[in-house]
């Protein structure tokens, strides 16, 4: 009877671990941790793009330290509006939802593979409606 137990619970262990993955990314019309859309955006009318930020993703708003090595001055992610750099995140708040499609928030490395050098805090790009 112990044998039993004790097998299967073994052969539990792998499956339960299987169960998990951490963070859900997902693409296409999906939500992300990364990624604010347009359906989210429509829940809320009438905001800027930094009040939607504040709403759903908060954290994309908060400093990021900054290393000897890489310390550009530079410890708020960069705002880029449809790829291209746009200005600091005091721009977020004169855009309206209304003319975007999606935001999306890329990490320093993500952003450095991307962009180049010069991103230590990520970049918020703005996609807009076209």
Known sequence: MRTLILAVTL????????????????????????????????????MTVYQAIERYRRDWLRPRGATLQTDTGRRFPTVFMDGRPYGDLEVLSQLGTEIVEEIRYMSASDATTRFGTGYPAGIIDVISRR
Do not use: D, H, K, Y
């Not at 963070?23 to 990624?35: F, L």
């Open 11 to 46: 052969a539990a262990v792998p499956l339960m671990a299987c169960g998990t993955t951490g963070t859900t990314q997902r693409s296409g019309s999906g939500s992300s941790r990364n990624t604010i859309t347009r359906a989210q955006l429509e829940a809320m009318p009438s």
